[in-house]
């Protein structure tokens, strides 16, 4: 892996300072106080966690700055609408995933029972010389994977058999 452009760099120790500068004025202002939110406990980590990433202690830590985007979730707080909106959003993904998954086991349930019926016509067909000029149709259903994606470009993409 190449080292990050000079400018990249000092973007990033700039905004560093920004969360350290921030986090020092909490502590000024909060004092006892700054423990009792979760918020600033995330921040308190993702400060510290970055700071020893920076030295060189531990290099896997440097994933740890993606942790700064889950502090835009903060300002998510503020407005009411668009937190619930995204909750909503939230609930639907998981219902999403779940009907994907859904589709996969039905479809893939199918391919293996194609592998097993179809695939011996198909390889007469072929040897009998049915498809000249396609490469694809001979092995279309030689395997599971190759019948999931017959059935895929088939039935979700809408292409032709041929």
């Known amino acids: 892996s190449s080292?990050?452009?000079?400018?990249?760099?000092?973007?990033?120790?700039?905004?560093?300072?920004?969360?350290?500068?921030e986090?020092?004025?909490?502590?000024?202002?909060?004092?006892?106080?700054?423990?009792?939110?979760?918020?600033?406990i995330l921040d308190i980590s993702i400060v510290v966690w970055l700071g020893?990433?920076?030295?060189?202690?531990?290099r896997v830590v440097r994933l740890g700055r993606l942790l700064r985007l889950v502090r835009v979730l903060k300002l998510f707080s503020i407005f009411k609408e668009l937190r619930r909106l995204i909750q909503m959003m939230g609930s639907c993904?998981?219902?999403?995933?779940?009907?994907?998954?859904?589709?996969l086991l039905v479809m893939t349930t199918w391919a293996v029972i194609a592998v097993e019926l179809i695939n011996p016509k198909v390889q007469e067909l072929?040897?009998?010389?049915?498809?000249?000029?396609?490469?694809r149709c001979r092995r279309s259903f030689s395997s599971t994977f190759d019948a999931?994606?017959?059935?895929?470009?088939?039935?979700?993409?809408?292409?032709?058999?041929?």
Do not use: H
Request: glycine share 8%; hydrophobic share 55%.
């Open 93 to 103: 993904f998981k219902t999403l995933f779940w009907s994907l998954f859904l589709l």
């Open 52 to 58: 020893i990433s920076g030295l060189g202690i531990v």
């Open 126 to 135: 072929a040897a009998a010389g049915y498809w000249e000029g396609c490469d």
């Open 23 to 40: 986090l020092g004025l909490r502590i000024i202002v909060e004092q006892r106080m700054l423990l009792k939110s979760r918020w600033n």
């Open 148 to 162: 999931n994606l017959t059935f895929f470009q088939t039935v979700v993409a809408g292409d032709s058999w041929g």
């Open 3 to 21: 080292a990050p452009p000079v400018w990249a760099s000092i973007l990033i120790d700039v905004c560093y300072l920004c969360f350290v500068v």
